[in-house]
């Protein structure tokens, strides 16, 4: 039969979650950390809810908590961080599974030691939903930050790679009929944080964010905080989608990718293109403010952040 | 008609927490903050959802926006930190009135502008069930950290204010008929950390904790943690609650006063009565485990962990 966390309690669920923290943070109100000397401290967060943001059907627990931890690195990858811990809340039916909780840590955990950063504190708590909130804390030299506000006209747009592989294997997982590509719900389930890139383009990068929104989003948000326009001539579509109906859409809009978004002077580009060839060149920075599709793959669209998921509306 | 943050949509919403938050944070992936050089990172987070930790019959919006910084500067105040700043997680129904979410901010921003700190980044998502996770940051040097395991044996015991008076806040909340005494109703409302008084005893404790869990646990975390017991000789009973028959149970247990519990040398501790006179010794650091109550006015007990809130079991 299956163990409820109602039936464990609350001191047997704390031994259960304390397994994955550092055992000299555990005990006081609060956990200490220490920064590298003159690093900045950077901050972001995340809230996950069951059937909004996962579900048993599309995310396994331990799916769920590697996406938490990879969606909060991502950020800090786009700023040009290193990850130092995070701290977990976590809201829970007490019909919740003991099992489900500690396969939601090992994702954290298995995350976390693969990328950095050790779990540092959290909450325990009662909730009609399951809830997840994750904080991560990173640091970065002061004059090393990528900020979204530094694109110039002229720039190249460059990703880590492409888009709409998240948003094709969530599709498979709603509906199975559409295929079983390990490796798109691979690229649903378990997304990689680009940390290694993030360090590496913050020499040259003028603008950076990650594509958790979306390669459109980022591109519009790049742009109105740059007060410049883009023209994106190259969408990055994934190999295997090439002649699939909806690769357009979910390549601009499906989300979840977790990618950088990257502007950065063309001399800069050559060289990292070949450090790292899974970067793709997608456009460039244009005067003005408008955001325009101009692959000739594709009928020529202009981008506004209208079509951007709403959270507070279902989606049509 | 009210106006609920479905039909204002994410854009309208995002600029009304923005208003909130320094114009230099809003706008990147995440937050970036400095600390002041050689100062420790101190970091804290809780979880609040609506019907379990708040709701509209006890806590308006204004007051559950600043008991859950309150909370989290507590936390900080315990570990002789000093607030940098929150991140705030909103999740929300989209038929939450647009003026809850505005008292919310008002609220959190209104601890935060007297104690210090500020919103420094967050999430906004749909939730079926109104939960606020915060996670606040401080620093501290790291030598003058106040932890929970270093009581020692013959250490006074101290607290920073009566205890109960939240919990007897509540109770008339929750039924009129019992009375609607501002002072205590405030208590529950509108609790103060502790932070000056954290500043000041951080060169004098010996161990150290919040009491937002109640006395009972406090005192209970800080003996286990200390590897000693204590002997509880003078409840911290509210005056205006001293012929109330709940009076023991809701100093030991009622929890939320967010007060400090303080271990330290008895030749320290006149000094600092002294000067903050709403201190008052409670009991005694004693060899052994045992944690009891030895008050004149109340039948003697043993104090158990089993009593603490247990928050995945409903309370009997």
Redesign the interface.
Known sequence: MTQM??Q????G?LQLVQRFCPAEIV?????????I??Q??????????DR??FSDRTTPPHSVGWRAIAANL???A??G?MP??V??????P?ETPVDWVEALYQGMWDCLRQYGGAI??????????R?V?I????Q?E?DK?M???GAQVGDLIVVTGAHGRSRAGLAQLLNPKLGDDRDLIQAHQYPVPQLAIGQRIRDFATAC??SSDGLADAVLQLCQ?SQVGAQITQLPIPARLTDHPQVKDWTLYGGEDFELVVCLAADAASGLMREFPQMQIVGRITAGTSVELHDHRFAPEILS?DRSF????PPS
Chains 1, 2 share one sequence.
């Open positions: 966390i109602a464990l309690g609350e001191p669920l005990g006081d109100d609060a956990a200490v950390l220490s920064l000397p003159a900045s401290l950077v901050v972001t967060t995340d809230v996950l809810v909004v943001h991502s950020d800090l786009a700023m961080a130092i811990g701290t977990v809340g976590l809201g829970l007490g540092v504190g959290g909450d325990l708590v009662r909730s009609p939903v809830t909130s904080t991560a804390f990173g970065v002061p930050v900020r979204r506000s964010m990650d905080q952040r709403q959270h507070f509306t």
